[in-house]
């Protein structure tokens, strides 16, 4: 497999909601239905060979507010105490094995860790939100998507690996 990076309309477009160039190369792979990124997938390694640990990335401006909230609150606790903690290993132990899927360069470290870069716990609701609008099993992005009243059907998924 090999991975397709983002069209130069894409690119323009991510690099304005964040405000910022990307140092790595990334696909949009969850779009809203009028076609806003809602969610890029990174290459696993940036242009000079630094692992990224966070292959998923919520780039929707409306959900980042939110899911900011969310955590500003004491939401990455709360939700983490809610989780069955063997699921929650499990989601990790598949971001990973997901990210391994998507590294193209053998020269540089490997990245590790599960979702937002962490083995154990929660660390990110942004990025177990961006796993779950995927379609991957995520029990904490399926929490943030309840309390958000986030409609799953509202998103189209496109494939960033050719």
Known sequence: MSFVEAS??????????????LAGRFAVVV????GRPVVIENEPHLRD???????????????CEAVSRLE???????????VDPRALAATHDAYARARGTATVRTDAV??????????????CL???LAY???GAQDP?????????????GQFVLEDARG
Not at 8 to 21: I, K, M, Q, T
Not at 31 to 34: A, S
Not at 72 to 82: C, I, M, S, Y
């Open 8 to 21: 130069d309309d894409d690119r323009r477009a991510v690099e304005s909601l964040l405000g910022r160039p």
């Open 49 to 63: 060979g630094t692992p990224m640990p966070t292959l998923y990335w919520l780039v929707d401006p409306e959900l």
């Open 72 to 82: 500003g609150t004491g939401g990455v606790h709360r939700f983490e105490d809610l």
């Open 140 to 152: 904490v992005g399926d929490l943030v998507a309840g309390e958000l009243d986030v409609d799953l």
């Open 132 to 134: 779950r609008l995927t």
């Open 31 to 34: 779009r809203r239905r009028d």
């Open 110 to 123: 490997a990245p590790a860790g599960g979702v937002g870069g962490t083995r154990r716990g929660v660390k």
């Open 126 to 128: 942004h990025a177990h």
